[in-house]
């Protein structure tokens, strides 16, 4: 009886909640092995997973600038696209907007570009201001001043120049001071704005006087990306002057690409005809077509 006594006696003394509490059970997950598992997506998601076939070739980069074939463009004789672009400048100064020629060239990426300047028959822009560096109270000063140089000396110019008061459009240096400006270390100043005179570009001159009234009412054209730019004319310009003025540029710039090598080939393929704020048309080297306007007509805005 003993034993069964002390037993019950110890089951007073523990409460119910302790003696019947639940132990928590570890989820089933746990105890199991994890194995990885991938769903079967789409065709697309597949793909992505697909390794790249490297056994293709690179394309290689293309040579020579896009060209487009102009039996599918619509083309425009000279007095019809000056109609338009005239409609697309109504009310603007006629001095203001300016006919603009494009010449596209059929030519490699990587060749030499064609650069050069030109006095068209019909200036564009007469208000030029030009510097002549020369020994001051010379023969060649008198000269310079004569042609229409605005600034004419060598250290007046030069201590303008290193003190930030560039105010000229073009830059002319005569021989016997070439030494001096290059000792001046003006290249750094005036390089990066395309002012510096070289023998290559036809700044460092003999004849300074000839070569102001040549550069008075001249423009400069440069090859960028295949295509060469200038402005031919302003907008009262007649259709005979614009005339004039294209032809003059076509064949100075005809004259740039046979002075390359025979190993570069440059052709135009394509000459547009555009303004300050107008589209672009493409000319097919007509004057006029039969539905032309006069060219009284067009001489009169």
């Known amino acids: 009886m003993g034993p069964a006594k002390t037993c019950a006696a110890t089951l007073r003394r523990t409460p119910l909640t302790l003696a019947f509490r639940p132990q928590p059970r570890l989820p089933l997950a746990i105890l199991l092995p994890s194995v990885q598992t991938r769903c079967i ?94 020994p001051p109270n010379s023969k060649h000063a008198e000269a310079a001043k004569k042609g229409g140089a605005v600034f004419v000396g060598e250290d007046t110019i030069f201590d303008a120049v290193k003190d930030g008061r560039i105010e000229f459009d073009r830059c002319l240096c005569h021989v016997d001071s070439l030494q001096k400006m290059n000792k001046a270390g003006l290249g750094r100043i005036l390089g990066p704005r395309g002012l510096m005179p070289s023998a290559k570009l036809g700044t460092v001159v003999s004849d300074v006087g000839t070569s102001v009234k040549n550069m008075v009412g001249g423009s400069e054209y440069r090859e960028r990306l295949g295509v060469v730019r200038m402005a031919v004319g302003q907008l009262g310009f007649t259709p005979e002057e614009m005339q004039r003025n294209i032809r003059a540029f076509v064949e100075n710039v005809k004259k740039d690409m046979a002075q390359l090598s025979d190993r570069i080939s440059k052709e135009i393929h394509e000459v547009v005809l555009s303004s300050t704020n107008g589209p672009g048309f493409s000319l097919n080297g007509e004057f006029r077509s039969p539905t032309s306007p006069t060219t009284k007509e067009l001489s009169t805005l």
């Open 41 to 134: 997506g789409s065709k697309d998601n597949a793909l992505k997973y697909k390794k790249k076939d490297t056994s293709k070739k690179k394309k290689k980069p293309r040579t020579t600038f896009t060209q487009y074939d102009l039996r599918d463009a619509e083309q425009f004789s000279l007095c019809d696209a000056m109609r338009y672009i005239r409609a697309f400048e109504v009310g603007r100064p006629p001095t203001s907007a300016k006919y603009e020629m494009h010449l596209k060239f059929r030519t490699q990426k990587n060749g030499p570009a064609v650069r050069n300047r030109l006095r068209l028959p019909h200036p564009v822009k007469t208000d030029l201001r030009i510097c002549v560096i020369c």
